[in-house]
Structure formats: C-alpha cells, structure tokens
C-alpha cells in the first residue's frame, strides 16, 4: 500500500505559478511511475502529466506542454507539478497518482493503483 497527500494548491491570479508536491509514504516508492490528473465539478478526471519510476521519462496533454512540468525525487519520496501561466480554466482539484502499469495507456485514470486525496487549485481571472 501507498499513501499519498498532495499539498501545495491554493488561490492564486491568472498569469501566476504554483508548485504542487505529492509526498508518498508506505511501500517503496521509486518502482512506481506517478501521474498528476485534475477534476472538475461534473467532468470526467484529466489526465495531465506523468513521470517513469526513474524520473527519465515524462508525458503531458498536449493543451498542458510547455505551461506544465512534472518532477520526481526519489530520495523524498516526492513527485511534484510545476504550474506557470495559469489561466482560471486550470481551476479544478489536482489529484496524484500511482502505478505500477508500464503500457501506453498511461493517461487513463484506471491504470494508477493508488491515489491521493486531491488539492484544490483555484485561478482568479
């Protein structure tokens, strides 16, 4: 079993930055690749980014690249997602994620085992 609690969100203006940390805890964490997703209220959970185990390999939605930039640190046991530019329609709940699913599908909710309990990030226009 994996804990994991999202800290970091928070109200912040359009044009702005946020860095959200995910500190996991329980069983070992480096074999497990890691996702951020975002859920607003009557949407469908978003995939937005993940990292491989080792940190080498990452993958974003296209709407998010180059805005977005998802990080690992083994040593703390800690995934984060740096946030620049926000724009208020990247208000929603920033969820963490973990999985052991080494196959393509890597943006589908249902292939990440174990996930946090959501931080709310709201973008003021």
């Known amino acids: 079993q994996v804990q994991l609690v999202e800290s970091g969100g928070g109200l912040v203006q359009a044009g702005g930055s946020l860095r959200l940390s995910c500190a996991a805890s329980?069983?070992?964490?480096?074999?497990?690749?890691m996702g951020w997703f975002r859920q607003t209220p009557g949407k469908e959970r978003e995939f937005v980014a993940t990292?491989?185990?080792?940190?080498?390999?990452?993958s974003y939605t296209d709407s998010l690249k180059g805005r977005f930039t998802i990080s690992r640190d083994n040593a703390k046991n800690t995934v984060y997602l740096q946030m620049n530019s926000l724009k208020p329609e990247d208000t929603a709940v920033y969820y963490c994620?973990?999985?052991?699913?080494?196959?393509?599908?890597?943006?589908?909710?249902?292939?990440?085992?174990?996930w946090g309990q959501g931080t709310q990030v709201t973008v003021s226009s």
């Open positions: 990292i491989s185990w080792s940190g080498g390999s990452t």
């Open positions: 329980g069983r070992t964490f480096s074999p497990y690749a």
């Open positions: 994620a973990a999985r052991d699913y080494r196959g393509t599908y890597y943006y589908l909710a249902s292939v990440y085992k174990y």
